[in-house]
């Protein structure tokens, strides 16, 4: 089964604080997607990672993959309230039908 | 704004009726995706066309069938429609399919379905 997880699901926090979302994903894959969703609104593309070890950068984002250890990462760095939102990761598997699988997603909360 | 067009913005319906979803593709792109997001079963992959042809197929209900016509415009039709059926869903559309490029899907702003 092709599972991806993300933890954690709910994270509240100050402004000025760091903090790391992670998702970690069941089957190997080279190709990685961060999102953002804002109440009832569409996803908003934020990151691809397309192999092991990529790393991108925008304001005070930065995602991160892992492919051996099936995992990635989204540090936030000295977060501000606009960056309140809830932020999925997804994995394209091709092997197992062109699938885009994505995580529960994480609600955050920054608190001014 | 993406660039890809979903119509209509809610729908609201009763239980056994049929409904169509619309959806343009930004300009240039020629994949279409649908997903369902739901509460209790977050955001799942329906179905995708690549130039008319069906590509890939997720969790996609029987009741449930696509198309993309010629102009690259993507239907989607839900029959036979249940309370479980009420979410939001969502198409995507991108230039290519598989491993071609980047392969980024941006999505439109989505259809909130009500069955009542």
């Known amino acids: 089964e092709l599972k991806v997880e993300q933890n954690p699901l709910f994270l509240s926090m100050q402004e000025g604080k760091n903090y790391t979302i992670y998702c970690n994903y069941s089957t190997t894959s080279d190709r990685l997607y961060w999102y953002r969703q804002d109440p009832g609104k569409s996803l908003e593309s934020l990151f691809v990672?397309?192999?092991?070890?990529a790393v991108k950068q925008e304001g005070r984002l930065m995602a991160s993959l892992d492919t051996k250890a099936r995992l990635s990462t989204l540090h936030i760095t000295a977060a501000v309230h606009d960056l309140s939102a809830t932020y999925f990761c997804a994995v394209f598997y091709m092997e197992y039908g062109n699938k885009l699988v994505f995580g529960a997603g994480t609600i955050l909360r920054v608190k001014s | 704004d993406s660039g890809v067009t979903q119509t209509p913005k809610h729908l609201i319906t009763a239980t056994g009726q049929r409904v169509t979803l619309r959806c343009s593709p930004r300009?240039?792109?020629?994949?279409v995706y649908w997903y369902q997001q739901s509460l209790d079963q977050g955001l799942q992959f329906l179905i995708q066309?690549?130039?008319?042809?069906?590509?890939a197929k997720g969790n996609i209900l029987e009741r449930f069938s696509a198309q993309q016509f010629p102009d690259l415009h993507s239907e989607l039709n839900l029959s036979s429609l249940e309370l479980g059926d009420s979410a939001l869903y969502f198409c995507a559309s991108s230039v290519a399919w598989g491993l071609a490029g980047i392969n980024e899907q941006f999505f439109g702003p989505g259809t909130r379905l009500t069955v009542l």
């Open positions: 066309y690549y130039n008319g042809e069906e590509r």
């Open positions: 990672l397309l192999s092991n070890g």
């Open positions: 300009s240039g792109d020629l994949s």
